[in-house]
């Protein structure tokens, strides 16, 4: 997919073109030591379909070496200043002089030492990239559900209109779940148009067709999802549409329709805040160790990640404490039980009550969200319960 502008994120983009998963997934996991947040191909682009400069570009040079040339000598051309990394799967010193002769302004070879690293990056701080200051834009906030049913898109539908009370004046909720998208349910609302209408057009988004596509509730736009499954391609990315979105609000929440997949992990890549919803069920709880797994062999840093525990209750014999160290991944806040706030809220397709139990949860989550405590990773004889075999 295209973008519609430059970047405006809180982090430094990089772009990665790498159809070897394999080589891609060790390089994010590099890059996340960064402060980077990478944007994936994971196949060549077609000439000129890059639209946007990125700040720093990755390309994968052994996959087809042909196509990367063709790829890097257009990228140069186009941007000469762009710091272009070739990657390479071995020591080919004839391929790295043709990529060097391309275009590209660095070379590394797979796997990656932290020496070799540490060396091309310094030269690309030389050139300006290091040293650029973070781009300023919209917080983004990714809810992504553990387990399905564990009320990820109410916490996200009803974290937008908190956020939007607690004094941001610009407040979008995307819902970005690709098969079961249900916030226009949950608010009762009805639309001709939908996030693959803003994908479709990212290259030519603007404030007149950006009105057209949201609706207006209560004081927040909502972008909602196909009634349909939507057919997103392998190829789509949600970054470009989350780069626009940065520029025109103060605070994006992207409702996801889980933890797998290429679309749901490049969302979760653009999130500033990534909201992870389980419930104290085992089964929820296994799945959520298994999109917590899944993450970290992505390279999804746990820097971002805040656990919620939802409909939880004096009655469950779990404590919040017992789950973080299960997960070995501590429990960021508790959302309480509330069925009848919740029911009540959906019949009649507004936000809950700020007066309710779930509402003054939300608004205690969202101060906390604004000063993330330490972590810790201890464990327990409880993780026993999740281990694999």
Request: proline share 7%.
């Amino acid at each position: 997919m295209n973008g519609p502008r430059e970047p405006a994120g809180r982090t430094r983009r990089a772009l990665v073109i790498c159809p070897d998963r394999a080589l891609a997934a060790e390089l994010l996991r590099v890059l996340s030591s960064r402060a980077l947040a990478p944007v994936v191909h994971h196949s060549y682009p077609p000439p000129g379909a890059l639209a946007a400069q990125p700040g720093l570009c990755f390309v994968d040079a052994q996959t087809d070496p042909e196509t990367a040339l063709r790829l890097i000598g257009e990228l140069s051309t186009r941007w000469p200043c762009l710091p272009l990394v070739a990657l390479l799967g071995r020591n080919d010193p004839d391929m790295i002089l043709r990529c060097l002769r391309t275009g590209a302004s660095e070379f590394l070879v797979y796997p990656f030492s932290e020496q070799e690293w540490e060396a091309v990056w310094e030269r690309i701080a030389g050139v300006g990239f290091g040293n650029v200051p973070d781009f300023k834009g919209g917080k983004v906030y990714c809810v992504v559900p553990g387990k399905g049913a564990a009320g990820a898109t109410t916490t996200a539908v009803n974290l937008a209109f908190q956020l939007k009370r607690a004094g941001h004046q610009k407040a979008l909720l995307a819902d970005l779940d690709t098969l079961t998208g249900t916030v226009g349910f949950q608010l009762k609302l009805k639309s001709s148009y939908n996030f693959l209408d803003a994908l479709t057009h990212s290259d030519r988004l603007d404030a007149d067709l950006w009105k057209v596509i949201v609706n207006h509730v209560r004081g927040v736009d909502v972008l909602l999802a196909p009634e349909d499954p939507a057919g997103v391609g392998q190829d789509w990315d949600p970054a470009p549409l989350v780069d626009f979105c940065r520029t025109r609000y103060d605070v994006i929440v992207l409702d996801t329709g889980g933890a797998f997949g290429d679309w749901n992990l490049a969302a979760a890549r653009q999130a500033d805040e990534l909201l992870l919803v389980t419930t104290a069920e085992l089964p929820s709880l296994h799945a959520t160790q298994r999109a917590l797994a899944y993450w970290d062999e992505q390279g999804l840093g746990r820097d971002r990640l805040r656990l919620l525990l939802n409909r939880h209750g004096r009655e469950r014999t779990l404590t919040a404490e017992a789950i973080g160290e299960a997960l070995d991944c501590p429990v960021f806040h508790v959302l309480p039980a509330d069925p009848e706030t919740l029911d009540k809220a959906v019949m009649e397709g507004k936000p809950v009550s700020p007066a309710s139990r779930f509402g003054k949860s939300l608004a205690e989550l969202v101060e906390r969200l604004e000063r993330p405590p330490q972590r810790g990773r201890a464990r327990s004889l409880l993780s026993l319960l999740f281990r694999s075999p």
